[in-house]
């Protein structure tokens, strides 16, 4: 077999303008500024700029590059680029290749066409992009992208990673009163590290070219469930099929050459579903990262003659795909903050750090379940294969037990012991394997990391870790205010964690989320239970998620509330795309379809009558099949007039796509699905669920 051998280690970030290519190509002094620029925040000086965007420039087109990108993450959840050629004229009708540090830290793409929720009037274009030089630039498909923060003329943020870095900083800030307050006079800064394992689906070019719902919604809006389905457990983590794994090969090569820790890669739970997981990194370049995942998982499967599925419930009925961000803390000297530690006083810090988070999720469970509201996240919240839509935190039975005791003052697993005193006794050892996976929890504490489990596979990672980074800033705020001010260190920080612990222990939940018992048991604890993106996403301008993101300066109160503006659009938008391509396909495909059939039947029948042969069987279907396509029709009709209906206003739009359009679709669609077992597959206009799924 001629296997290409993949040398790893020499092509891993070899298309990234990185610390040790900086170091290399950058003089002494310019390297220095530029660290020193990302270490202390330190604005970076227009020489220094000049001199990065030259090397760059060398290194960028010895790689082939001939433009550059400003590359941002505005508010559609994508990535954005505009890109600029390097030439420069110069005389004889000749060009060289050149780029300034002011074109590095500055560009002025047209901003009129991203979405601003009205934080920008469309007369005023202007948008800026800006640098972050604590990301690296890299080269892409022959041009140097560089990654970048998007503001308006006026400053306000207009993209996901702005206020990210901001919440990056703020996490670190307050958590670093807390580190002082234990005595560590090292850490400099502390990192919000993510994780984001990533599911995909993967099916033909050729069925996908054959989907006019995949092409234009990403989901299928019809089919009926094929004859087998996941039932056999036969995928999960099965033998990778050939072609799936030469994607993956080349997946993980792209990836690794743009300095992205590709890490795990499997099949899922699926039939035609997989998961890359990268290694952790810092959330900022996690966020990057991901972005990239999506896109290059996308391109690599044109490749193969695939089509990547990145919609959250591509195919109803089986799995769909989510994406599971794992979160946690370190700091520059390499510490896990959310690791239980061995001696007492590392064990009450860890104390700190978890009651804190248990704290922050329960006051603001209801803006972490925005964070992960779409209109394709709603078909997998609360279904039976991922979190519900009810906010909780797992933390296995070791932990919960010392909660229990610091709340009770009681024992918790030694008898010669009688309460666990915080700063005194030490934890019970914790072991990672022993925190179960328990899979149907929303936010499960896996050993050293909280892993949040609600995230759509296609959204971006940025609001959910800006979400997490805020409230972890603010619940650490609340203990290092109260700390500083304490005279007697021991007893206040004793109580403080009891107080946060017995006040939010309603968050914390063990059991199986699935179970509809929970349902009833999370409302008399009163958690929410916010089952769509229009039911919850009021919650999210609520006073209390205001006060919280300005006080720390994350949002301002009007870049808060663009954000939930265009939140609410992008829903009710999707769903208009859903409701007319699904009025398109009955109307030119499924009903012709039908008809065609059911005018053959009769055929038959007139022909056999003639003979005379039995033809129970013609009729009996000629019969369903005209009565179901009746029915079709009708369905179809009052969709187009609910269509002609829609209220005005964001949030009533938004209700009347979840509570009378979606119900209205569900009804067409089952129509449909029925039409499609009755009817010859000759006749049928697309490929159904058994082609789609179990072919590649
Ligand atoms: P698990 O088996 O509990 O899911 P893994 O070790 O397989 O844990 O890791 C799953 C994901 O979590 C990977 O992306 C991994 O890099 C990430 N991860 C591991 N430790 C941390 C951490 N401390 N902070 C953030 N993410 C982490
Ligand atoms: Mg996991």
């Not at 920080?493 to 059991?511: D, M, V």
Request: proline share 4%; hydrophobic share 40%.
């Amino acid at each position: 077999m001629n296997q290409e051998i993949t040398n790893v280690p020499a092509i891993f970030g070899s298309d990234v303008f990185n610390e040790s290519v900086m170091k290399q190509r950058l003089e002494p002094q310019v390297f220095c500024a530029w660290k020193s620029c990302i270490e202390e925040g330190k604005p970076l000086e227009l020489w220094v700029a000049n001199a990065i965007a030259e090397a760059m420039k060398e290194w960028a087109t010895e790689k082939g590059a001939t433009h550059f990108t400003h590359w941002f993450q505005p508010m559609t959840g994508v990535t954005a680029e505009k890109h600029d050629s390097f030439i420069t004229p110069t005389a004889g009708g000749k060009v060289i290749m050149e780029f300034s540090g002011k074109e590095l830290v500055r560009g002025e793409p047209d901003a009129s066409s991203f979405p601003s929720g009205g934080l920008r009037a469309t007369f005023e274009a202007r948008g800026y992009t800006a640098w972050d030089p604590t990301a690296f630039a890299f080269v892409k498909d022959g041009s140097l992208y560089i990654p970048t923060c998007f503001f308006s003329y006026t400053g306000a943020a207009l993209d996901k990673k702005t206020p990210l870095l901001r919440s990056i900083d703020e996490v670190s800030r307050e958590a670093l009163r807390i580190l002082r307050l234990f005595g560590d006079t090292e850490t400099k800064r502390v990192t919000a590290s993510v994780g984001p394992e990533q599911e995909y689906f993967l099916i033909t070019k050729e069925d996908f070219a054959q989907r006019e719902d995949l092409r234009l919604t990403g989901r299928t809006l019809f089919g009926a469930p094929a004859p087998k389905g996941q039932e056999l457990d036969d995928h999960y983590f099965g033998s990778i099929r050939p072609r799936v794994a030469a994607y993956m090969k080349d997946l993980d090569e792209s990836l690794w050459r743009l300095g992205i820790l590709s890490k795990t890669k499997h099949n899922e739970v699926a039939p035609a579903q997989h998961e890359m997981a990268p290694i952790y990194t810092d959330a900022n370049t996690a966020c990057d990262n991901n972005q990239l995942v999506m896109e290059v998982m996308k391109k690599t499967a044109e490749k193969h003659g695939l089509v990547c599925l990145l919609h959250e419930k591509p195919f109803a009925g089986v799995n769909g795909s989510g994406k599971h961000d794992n979160w946690s803390l370190s700091t520059d000297t390499g510490k896990n903050l959310f690791k239980p530690g061995r001696t007492p006083s590392q064990n009450a810090q860890f104390l700190v750090f978890l009651s804190a988070f248990i704290k922050g999720v329960d006051e603001y469970q209801d803006w972490l379940r925005c964070t992960v509201a779409s209109a394709g996240n709603d078909h997998r919240l609360g279904a039976n294969e991922a979190p519900p839509a009810i906010i909780s935190v797992f933390l296995g039975a070791e932990l919960e037990a010392v909660v229990e005791s610091i709340i009770n003052g009681t024992n918790y697993t030694d008898i010669e012991k009688s309460v666990m005193r915080i700063g005194v006794d030490v934890l019970p050892s914790i072991s990672k394997d022993t925190t179960d996976r328990n899979r149907t929890s929303p936010l499960a504490f896996t050993g050293n990391k909280f892993e949040f489990r609600m995230l759509g596979s296609s959204q971006s990672i940025s609001g959910p870790n800006i979400a997490l980074n805020t409230i972890m800033a603010e619940e650490l705020k609340w203990f290092a205010d109260q700390l500083e001010a304490s005279t007697d260190f021991d007893t206040d920080l004793q109580k403080l964690i009891c107080k946060a612990l017995t006040e939010h222990k309603r968050i914390i939940f063990n059991g199986n989320g699935y179970d509809e018992s929970w349902v009833k048991e999370a409302e008399a604890r009163g958690l929410s239970n916010l089952r769509s993106t229009a039911e919850c996403m009021p919650a999210y301008i609520s006073q209390k998620n205001i006060n919280l993101v300005t006080r720390h300066g994350i949002f301002t109160e009007t870049e808060f509330r663009a954000r939930y503006e265009i939140h609410l659009e992008s829903y009710c938008k999707l769903l208009h795309i859903e409701a007319m391509t699904m009025i398109d396909m009955i109307r030119h495909q499924i009903l012709p379809a039908a008809s065609a059939y059911a005018t053959t039947l009769c055929s038959t029948i007139v022909a056999k009558e003639a003979v005379p042969v039995s033809c129970r069987a013609e009729k009996a279907l000629a019969a369903k099949i005209s009565d179901t396509t009746d029915s079709l029709f009708d369905h179809c009709t009052a969709l187009e007039e609910l269509m002609e209906q829609l209220p005005q206003g964001a949030e009533a739009q938004s209700m009347y796509y979840c509570k009378s359009v979606l119900p209205a679709m569900e009804a067409a669609r089952k129509d449909a699905d029925l039409l499609e077992t009755l009817t010859d597959k000759t006749y049928w206009p697309y490929p159904t669920y058994s082609d789609l799924l179990f072919y590649v």
